[in-house]
């Protein structure tokens, strides 16, 4: 069987149409949004309703992690619009044309920036959504897991550490381990382009020392330090920065 997985899409839906070309199943663990793109800052939500130069500053302090300054402007800037109404619209035209573009059978979990409650509107059938659950493919037992950790970028699907472990438990002993951030480990976490760690997951790690499943596939850290490395007999991918890449990470089995 083979399989195609990909993360971290940020609305590249053309490249997502051609993504299940000649394997069984894609497999895709989240980031479809682009709100904000760290290499073009003409592209996204945020640069839409705001222009390239005020998308740029922003972009700028959040790279400085200068968190508090960047709030601020963000502040200023939405002053007198609607927030949710505005950013609501926008993350449904990109959904509608990412949706459209998975082939049948698709496997999808949420990452940090997607709105969960959107999904059950734009999944269509030959698309399966899974957070905290299983499914088998080609014989193999694939559990997802969905989000991010919280963080101080204040992403919109971030929940706490004992909601994240709670979902990893609930999958047992899995085949393959699917998630959006990787385990907490720093060669899987530290973007070596953005000078800074990400959040990985500990309850991720501690269920991998633990069940050893074959694989442990996740994104979320667009340029890691280390993007495939051993924990036991587990293989940890970071299976790449789809929006950069266009091309999935290919599982046979």
């Not at 839409?48 to 992690?65: K, P």
């Not at 037992?141 to 971030?158: A, D, K």
């Not at 920065?241 to 990470?249: D, L």
Request: glycine letters at 10%; charged letters at 25%; proline letters at 5%.
């Amino acid at each position: 069987m083979r399989v195609h997985v990909v993360s971290d899409v940020h609305g590249s839906h053309e490249a997502l149409a051609r993504a299940g070309e000649g394997a069984d199943a894609l497999v895709c663990l989240g980031d479809l949004v682009l709100f904000l793109d760290y290499a073009d800052h003409s592209r996204g939500i945020f640069a839409d309703l705001f222009g390239a130069g005020n998308a740029s500053r922003y972009v700028e302090l959040r790279t400085a992690r200068r968190f508090e300054e960047a709030h601020e402007l963000s502040t200023r800037l939405w002053a007198g619009i609607d927030r949710g109404a505005a950013v609501e619209e926008a993350v449904r035209r990109q959904y509608a044309e990412l949706f459209a573009a998975f082939p049948a059978p698709t496997y999808a979990t949420y990452g940090n920036v997607d709105v969960p409650r959107l999904w059950p509107e734009f999944a269509r059938p030959g698309t399966t959504v899974l957070d905290g659950q299983t499914v088998e493919l080609g014989g193999l037992r694939f559990g997802f897991v969905g989000g991010g950790l919280r963080t101080p970028m204040r992403t919109p699907y971030e929940v706490s550490d004992e909601e994240y472990a709670a979902k990893v438990e609930a999958l047992g002993e899995v085949d393959v381990l699917c998630s959006h951030i990787p385990p907490a480990l720093p060669e899987l976490t530290y973007d070596v382009v953005a000078r800074r760690f990400e959040r990985g997951s500990t309850a991720l790690l501690e269920a991998i020392r633990a069940t050893r499943p074959k694989y442990a596939l996740f994104g979320h850290v667009h340029q890691p330090l280390e993007r495939r490395m051993r924990v036991g007999t587990t293989e940890c991918v970071n299976v790449g920065h789809f929006r950069a890449t266009g091309t999935p990470w290919v599982l046979e089995f």
